[in-house]
């Protein structure tokens, strides 16, 4: 199983940028690494994924435009890029992998402890 590890959440006012960090680690590696992220009160909603061979990104609606995954496979490490961000993207957001690049959280089976990121308005 991959072992994964956020870094890179803080506090920041609307509009701001952050960038959140995944480290992979583990004897195997799944094909798709993914964000996630989880509001209080709100259900775990997919964000960004991306596949370590070269591919296209897939995003969710409400952060396309405003945030960029990508990836170091050297390092075996997913980048999320956060640019233009709102109250609203408050949340813990985790990293995930699996094996389909997809937006359901069954479908991923390695999961990190998570990172808060917090917007003031």
């Known amino acids: 199983q991959v072992q994964l590890v956020e870094t890179g959440g803080g506090f920041l006012q609307a509009g701001g940028s952050l960038r959140l960090s995944c480290a992979a680690s583990g004897r195997t590696f799944s094909s798709v690494m993914a964000w996630f992220r989880q509001a209080p009160g709100k259900e775990r909603e997919f964000v960004a994924a991306?596949?370590?061979?070269?591919?296209?990104?897939l995003y969710a609606d409400s952060v396309k435009g405003r945030f960029t995954i990508s990836k170091n496979s050297g390092r075996n490490t997913v980048y999320l890029q956060m640019n233009s961000l709102k109250p609203e993207d408050t949340a813990v957001y985790y990293c995930?992998?699996?094996?389909?690049?997809?937006?359901?959280?069954?479908?991923?089976?390695?999961w990190g402890p998570g990172t808060q990121v917090t917007v003031s308005s």
């Open positions: 995930a992998a699996g094996p389909w690049k997809v937006a359901a959280v069954s479908r991923y089976d390695s």
């Open positions: 991306i596949r370590w061979s070269a591919d296209s990104p």
